[in-house]
């Protein structure tokens, strides 16, 4: 392979392995990790052998010139996710996979689940890429089968994983000095410190603050017929502040045919809801807090060809709520959620090339809020899953099956609980194939057909008044034919180039939608009415140039088309405004991504690109609800620099270039043109 | 697929598929001010009373008719409060005007409308989370000003004057945040608030009658503790003089000429039903009660048309009722003023009214809040004489014409 050549040149190297799966493994043996852990090859080497699907990977330098703050930013560049951005540092971004609707997303953090059983979504604008090593992305499932239950539980998987400490030959420690300034009164200093404390443990502490005023200009702008200027109103984004703090721990061990990790998580945070800017009102006073902990740990370990991998978790999650305008009802609410989560994963070899596995998880969840006639619900949540995977010459397949019991109890008086009479219990299959049909393996063909569900969540079955304890969950069912072409290259300028097409049809069902209903002009029920068909194309390439000694260039292009149609109510078909039918809300039928990178010596030029098309903001597809394409145009210099043994890092960011004023989400306006300047010291 | 035929002579190939996928896309156009669509609805008709059928005492006495105004709320943070028009001489019905009538006015009409007038040469429309009333000609729909009052709900007029309720007063003292509502009264000529006059919590519709004006308290903002009284205010003092007793959370209300005050109770959603009573004026006292469920509804001469909603958890479904309650015996007299079996795909009622000449009845469908909603027009038999998709949550209908001085 050709990176055997270019070995020497660290950075060339790890951009260019961070760009590629098939190279994954010969980093480990190429750099002097202290940690080579067997996680790093089975969760995020995709091409090790196991793997029937790969993921959409973004990772080191890639990521780095991405100019994201937050996961949330840099998940955008991947096929088949549109975001739902509600603007500024720190406004609420939830992802929405493949259409499918955000809950259907599963965010896993360092191998177990992020959950949120109040409301079922994670807000990925609260996770710092800052402590982040790299982000998967799976639709169905990873089809690896030594996992939890729960990596077979959501419709599409996000995996972040954080920074594993490695050490240069004879260094006990590695500090990291960080900070970002720039627009939006941004200023976020950070420190990593990494330490070897024995020969098998090694530990890291990750600290962040952010603070940001969060005010930028923003500007609406309306045009008659003949192209003059209707109205044309510029305003600043008020109460979009936000404080947070960030502190993680980590503590890594090896040991033989085995590791182990544990780690804490704290997360604290003030910040502003801006609002919807509509007429005669351009601020708002809204406030929330956020106090996020949990503490998990993971161990896995091989006997033979017996493996075994335990995690466990718990979390605290605290949200304060408050809605202080006095022209409208006053709001101030708290709720507290915890989780307690177990698993455990056995994984054994019957031949070659024949594996199977059972897991089993068991979690708990309750919801406290000082809400009238709230009913406190505490969840059973028990999962079990059987998988098998066979190898069979150039042809691979996984199948699995996965039980889900879940059972709720909740009452009016805390202390006093009544068990409800709904229980879930459901069994959800997944089959996985992928043929090597040439003999060089470059090109593959993959299938899967996929089953899965998502429970309602706390809100949607108890809020009071609009909870309605009698929702079924909300079905997702996922068939994905796809085509994957890699190949690297000795003699001609391109290196390396991989490309990707998938095309699928999903389809929701029992949709949970909140319906107005009863006798109260504004009374809102959650109901299980609606349906959703989704066809799409994801597209993606990725190549590597070389075109003169010591320049690369990376150069990855997604695009993304969907089809995603209501079919909820039959009797709204009127051809032209109907419903049935109809493009649903925000999704656009074109949509995609480019992200190119040039590296030369300590220099590195990234440019990247989104583009979201037209849509609607409903699935009644009329003039009236129509939403024009968006697209921003990013870039970024960075510059590396050898002080004395150490390295310093200077990065310039210039974001949205062409300052388009546009909107993700009706009436919430997102910010122009922006800078942010990053520096970065290693030693 | 042309991107997997993709060799090594060639590896620009798919490269440039996928610029040519991209221009595929189209770019970012200037966005238009909305301009309205007309379409052909209904018949042509020309609406005029003679003179010998006038009916005595009626509330609109209308001589003429022309057209009605339909505001349409939009659902909270849309920002798509629209007034659609409808012609009688052409039977057209045309969407979203205001944008062509003020094409200058940023980020137009505003977020949810709560209530329509006309009065005098003016339509007035209150926009409550844009926290204004917006001040238009009647004849253009042309913006002549607004007024700003914060959490406005429904108005009123007499003399001269605008009587608007507000959620927002002043946060009582020695309570949790809890604010009372109040009552503005703005000089039309003006513009501008004169007086405000205190009343219960969250005060809904108000009717002005026997030189008082009733504002019915909802506390919908004291979930579960509602109101449950209707404020008495004297027009020339401009105060509370008392309140009366009726159920909880109440929303509209309507005096006939009978001495009578009509007005829905929400109830509280789970033990006490949405209901309607009936207020003595001369005594200030409830005098009856219909065991009905009420949502809205529209007095026209005796015949008060209402519909409601009430939840059922067996069908996990809304039971509907249109009825007409005859204010004179005080009787429900049909449970459904629908006749064609039209009800049936009408998802949520919203409002209803009549059109005081013809007596065509006009029932709004909200269906999901979010989707257009559509108006229905039936005839006095209540035969479906035709639909028309508005914008989204259509709601309040104003007749534009011609009165008898």
């Not at chain 1, 949607?460 to 068939?479: C, R, S, V």
């Not at chain 1, 690369?552 to 709204?572: G, K």
């Not at chain 2, 329509?116 to 917006?134: D, F, H, M, Q, T």
């Not at chain 2, 109440?250 to 109830?267: F, P, T």
Request: net charge neutral.
């Amino acid at each position: 392979m050709y990176d055997v050549r270019i070995r020497g040149r660290r950075m060339l190297s790890a951009s260019l392995c961070l760009l590629t799966c098939a190279m994954a493994t010969a980093r480990q043996t190429a750099e002097t990790d202290s940690v080579v852990s067997l996680d790093d090859v089975v969760v995020w080497g995709s091409q090790n052998g196991k793997e029937i699907v790969p993921s959409q990977r973004l990772s080191g330098k890639q990521l780095e010139g991405l100019s994201s703050l937050s996961v949330a930013d840099a998940i955008r560049y991947f096929a088949g996710v549109q975001l739902k951005d509600y603007g500024g540092v720190g406004g609420l971004k939830t992802v929405d996979l493949r259409s499918m609707g955000t809950n259907h997303t599963g965010v896993f953090y360092d191998g177990v689940q992020l959950s949120n059983a109040q409301n079922g979504q994670i807000d990925l604008g609260k996770f710092s890429l800052d402590n982040v090593e790299s982000i998967s992305l799976y639709y169905g499932q990873k089809s690896d089968i030594c996992q939890p239950a729960k990596d077979y539980g959501a419709s599409g998987t996000i995996y972040i994983r954080t920074r594993r400490p490695r050490f240069k030959p004879g260094k006990r420690t590695n500090v990291q000095v960080g900070l970002k300034a720039g627009s939006f009164g941004l200023i976020d200093p950070s420190l990593r410190w990494e330490q070897q404390l024995s020969e098998h443990v090694s530990s890291t502490l990750s600290a962040e603050y952010m603070h940001a005023t969060g005010k930028y200009k923003f500007r609406y702008r309306r045009v008659l017929h003949d192209g003059t200027t209707a109205w044309d109103t510029t305003a600043t984004r008020q109460n979009g502040d936000i404080g947070a703090v960030r502190v993680e721990g980590g503590l890594f061990g090896r040991m033989t045919d085995g590791q182990w990790n544990a780690k804490v998580y704290f997360y604290n945070s003030e910040r502003g809801i801006p609002g919807a800017i509509v007429n005669n009102v351009w601020t708002h006073g809204q406030r929330q807090w956020d106090r996020n902990f949990f503490t998990q740990g993971s161990l896995k370990k091989a006997w033979g060809r017996y493996e075994l991998m335990v995690h466990g978790k718990y979390t605290c999650d605290y949200l304060h709520y408050l809605d202080p305008d006095t022209t409208r009802l006053y709001i101030d609410n708290v709720f507290t959620q915890q989780e307690a989560y177990l698993s455990v994963a056995n994984h054994y070899s019957l031949t070659e090339g024949w594996d199977v596995a059972l897991s089993v998880d068991y979690q708990y969840n309750t919801l406290d809020a000082d809400l009238a006639n709230f009913v406190y619900p505490k969840r059973h949540t028990l999962l079990w899953a059987i998988a098998t995977t066979y190898e069979w010459g150039r042809l691979r397949a996984m199948a699995s099956l996965l039980g889900t019991y879940v059972t709720d109890k909740e009452s009016r008086h805390p202390g006093r609980m009544n068990e409800t009479a709904d229980c879930t219990n459901r069994l959800t299959p997944a089959v996985y194939l992928s043929l090597h049909p040439l003999r060089d393996r470059a090109l593959s063909v993959r299938a899967f057909y996929k089953k899965a569900f998502r429970m309602p969540t706390f809100n949607d079955l108890y809020y009071t008044d609009i909870g309605n304890t009698a929702l079924k969950p909300e079905f997702a069912t996922q068939y994905n034919l796809g085509l994957h072409y890699t190949k690297d290259f000795r003699r001609s300028w391109l290196k390396h180039l991989e490309a990707k097409a998938d095309g699928y049809y999903n389809e929701i069902d029992n949709k949970i939608v909140a319906i107005p209903k009863g006798s109260g002009q504004y009374r809102w029920m959650m109901m299980n009415i609606g349906r959703v068909k989704i066809k799409g194309l994801d597209v993606s390439t990725q190549t590597v140039w070389m075109p003169a000694k010591d320049w690369m260039l990376a150069l990855t292009v997604n695009y993304t088309y969907q089809r995603a149609q209501d079919y909820s109510d039959p009797t709204d078909n009127d051809p032209e405004a109907g419903t049935w039918g109809g493009q649903i809300a925000y999704i656009p039928w074109h949509s995609g991504s480019a992200i190119a990178g040039i590296t030369h010596r300590g220099w590195g030029l990234n440019y990247s690109f989104i583009y979201v098309g037209e849509r609607y903001h409903n699935s009644s597809n009329i003039r009236a609800n129509h939403e024009e394409p968006w697209y921003t145009h990013d870039l970024s210099l960075m510059r590396d620099f050898n002080v004395g043994g150490t390295k310093a890092t200077v990065a310039i960011e210039c974001n949205n270039v062409l300052n388009q004023q546009y909107d993700v989400v009706l009436n919430y306006p997102m910010p122009g043109r922006n800078w942010k300047m990053k520096l970065k010291w290693e030693f | 697929m042309g991107v997997l035929k993709i060799d090594t002579r060639h590896p620009l190939a798919c490269v440039l598929v996928m610029i040519a996928m991209l221009t595929l896309v189209a770019c970012r156009k200037d966005v238009e001010v909305f301009l309205p669509e007309t379409v052909q609805v209904g018949p042509q008709e020309v609406i005029v009373q003679p003179d010998d059928e006038r009916e005595e005492g009626s509330e609109a006495g209308f001589k003429s008719i022309q057209g009605f105004y339909l505001l349409n709320e939009g659902n909270m943070g849309s920002n798509k409060a629209t007034l659609d028009y409808y012609d009688y001489a052409t039977g057209t019905y045309t969407r979203n005007i205001y944008g062509n009538a003020n094409p200058n006015v940023p980020k137009e009409m505003g977020d949810v409308g709560n209530a329509l007038a006309i009065y005098g040469e003016r339509l007035y429309a209150v926009i409550n989370c844009s926290n204004k009333i917006e001040v238009m000609d009647r004849r253009t729909a042309r913006r002549i000003g607004q007024v700003e009052i914060p959490n406005c709900r429904y108005i009123r007029f007499h003399e001269g004057y605008m009587y608007v309720t507000s959620y927002a007063g002043p946060v009582a003292v020695g309570t949790e945040h809890k604010q009372l509502g109040y009552v503005a009264k703005v000089d039309t000529a003006t513009l501008q608030v004169v007086a405000t006059c205190l009343t219960g919590y969250q005060p809904d519709e108000l009717e002005i009658a026997n030189g008082k004006i009733y504002v019915a308290n909802s506390g919908g903002y004291l979930t579960p503790n509602y109101e449950n009284t209707v404020s008495v205010i004297d027009l020339q003092t401009f105060t509370e003089e008392k309140r009366i007793t009726v159920a909880k959370n109440l929303h509209h209300l309507r005096a006939d000429r009978h001495g009578q005050l009509w007005v829905n109770s929400r109830g509280d959603y789970y033990t006490e039903p949405s209901k309607l009573y009936c207020i003595d004026l001369r005594t200030e006292q409830v005098a009856d009660s219909i065991d009905v469920a009420v949502s809205n509804f529209h007095l026209d001469g005796d015949s008060l048309y209402i519909y409601g909603a009430s939840w059922s958890y067996l069908t996990m479904e809304d039971e509907v009722t249109y009825g007409i309650v005859d204010v004179k015996k005080r009787q429900l007299v049909t449970t459904n003023f629908i006749t064609d079996g039209t009800e049936q795909s009408i998802q949520k009622p919203y409002g209803v009214t009549v059109n005081p000449l013809t007596k065509d009845i006009y029932v709004t469908d909200a269906k999901n809040y979010v989707n257009p909603g559509t108006l229905y027009c039936f005839d006095k038999e209540g035969r479906k004489k035709w639909s028309v998709r508005t914008g989204d949550i259509p709601a309040h209908i104003v007749f534009l014409g011609e009165k008898y001085e």
